[in-house]
């Protein structure tokens, strides 16, 4: 501790700065992820004096997490600090975090994997059994971008547009929560009654009106983890919700 706090103390004003300017804006925005160009220079910079950040963070009672091979940088706190997502959120993320894997192979812009709109739209239909509508997509593109998850490339109602899916979705959603997230939809699918609309976005829904009545969505769920696990489990990815803060 006292180390770090001596090396801190030695920066250059530059150093300095760009010190104060990491610590913000990974407290504001979760992430610092390599491919995104305002945050390539702080990631850099973070990643080069790692141990006095580790330090800094710890002093909160916050840790440190890092994945140099996909670029991401990012901090856990305690339950306070996280942000809890609405069920039709978590759907998205989970679909997000499907369609990262799948389209790992696929040759992207830079360093980012990228699907197109309609794709995911149609992988969470599948997944749900529900259509959202342009309004509820368009909030979930605008949420998750806010979230430093993805970007639209594109206009965000256009369903050819490319979404950027960030390195930062494994961080938010790890196999453990997959799973715990299976088990929930599997509890509300239990609940649901017959009649209920197959169309999502219609208007603000709790979690028990949710419709998953496709008799698939179990093999589907259960091959989707499977799928994925072995890629996750050497992640360092921690964690059972997104992070307070989001993306400015």
């Known amino acids: 501790m006292k180390h770090g706090l001596e090396k801190l103390a030695a920066f250059t004003e530059t150093e300095q700065e760009l010190f104060s300017r990491a610590v913000n804006t990974l407290v504001a925005n979760t992430f610092l992820v390599r491919s995104i160009d305002k945050d390539r220079q702080l990631y850099r910079f973070v990643l080069s004096n790692y141990d006095i950040f580790e330090d800094y963070f710890s002093w909160a009672g916050w840790s440190l997490r890092k994945d140099e091979h996909i670029g991401v940088i990012t901090w856990y706190g305690p339950p306070g600090s996280r942000l809890n997502l609405n069920l039709e959120e978590s759907l998205f993320l ?9 389209k790992q192979n696929d040759i992207t812009l830079g360093e980012d994997t990228a699907a197109k709109q309609e794709d995911l739209m149609e992988k969470y239909r599948v997944l749900t059994g529900r259509q959202l509508k342009k309004t509820a997509a368009l909030q979930l593109i605008r949420r998750f971008q806010s979230l430093k998850l993805i970007r ?25 929560n997959i799973d715990a997230l299976f088990e929930r939809l599997q509890e509300l699918k239990s609940k649901n009654t017959a009649g209920n609309s197959n169309e999502a976005g219609d208007s603000e829904e709790t979690d028990h009106d949710f419709d998953l009545t496709g008799d698939n969505n179990e093999e589907i769920y259960e091959e989707a983890a499977a799928g994925i696990e072995d890629k996750i489990d050497d992640m360092t990815v921690n964690g059972n919700e997104c992070k307070k803060g989001e993306a400015g």
């Open 94 to 102: 989970l679909v997000c975090r499907i369609m990262y894997e799948e």
């Open 152 to 176: 639209c490339m594109g206009s965000e109602t256009s369903p050819d547009s490319l979404i950027l899916l960030y390195p930062s979705i494994p961080f938010a959603l790890d196999k453990e």
